[in-house]
């Protein structure tokens, strides 16, 4: 990601752009030391599975440990931050609904 000294970044399964896929299915990697250092928030719901390590998220104004084998839910514009405070890496994978609208052309 942008701005982050590479101590965070994505990778994407399928296609933004691609149609027959209204979704996006990402892990987040984070270093030790990762944070997101402010609240997000997002306009659809999401789920994240986390795969690896230990961190704490912020949801809503609580914040929680989290570790490999947790799942969150979270509801459309919940405030959100991560920090990964190490030993390892902390991995999730991540889904979230696009719900985009394909054109449609009229046939007369």
């Given at each position: 990601?942008?701005?982050?000294?590479?101590?965070?970044?994505?990778?994407?399964?399928?296609?933004?752009?691609?149609?027959?896929?209204?979704?996006?299915?990402?892990?987040?990697?984070?270093?030790?030391?990762?944070?997101?250092?402010?609240?997000?928030?997002?306009?659809?719901?999401?789920?994240?599975?986390?795969?690896?390590?230990?961190?704490?998220?912020?949801?809503?104004?609580?914040?929680?440990?989290?570790?490999?084998?947790?799942?969150?839910?979270?509801?459309?514009?919940?405030?959100?931050?991560c920090y990964a405070g190490?030993?390892?890496?902390?991995?999730?994978?991540?889904?979230?609904?696009?719900?985009?609208?394909m054109k449609l052309s009229a046939r007369l």
């Amino acid at each position: 990601m942008p701005n982050t000294n590479g101590a965070w970044a994505t990778t994407r399964f399928v296609d933004p752009n691609d149609l027959r896929h209204d979704m996006h299915v990402t892990i987040v990697t984070f270093e030790p030391g990762g944070v997101i250092p402010f609240a997000e928030t997002h306009v659809m719901e999401h789920g994240l599975y986390v795969l690896e390590g230990k961190a704490v998220y912020r949801l809503n104004q609580d914040w929680v440990e989290v570790e490999a084998g947790d799942f969150m839910w979270l509801r459309a514009f919940c405030p959100q931050a991560c920090y990964a405070g190490g030993p390892g890496k902390f991995r999730y994978l991540l889904y979230k609904d696009v719900n985009r609208q394909m054109k449609l052309s009229a046939r007369l």
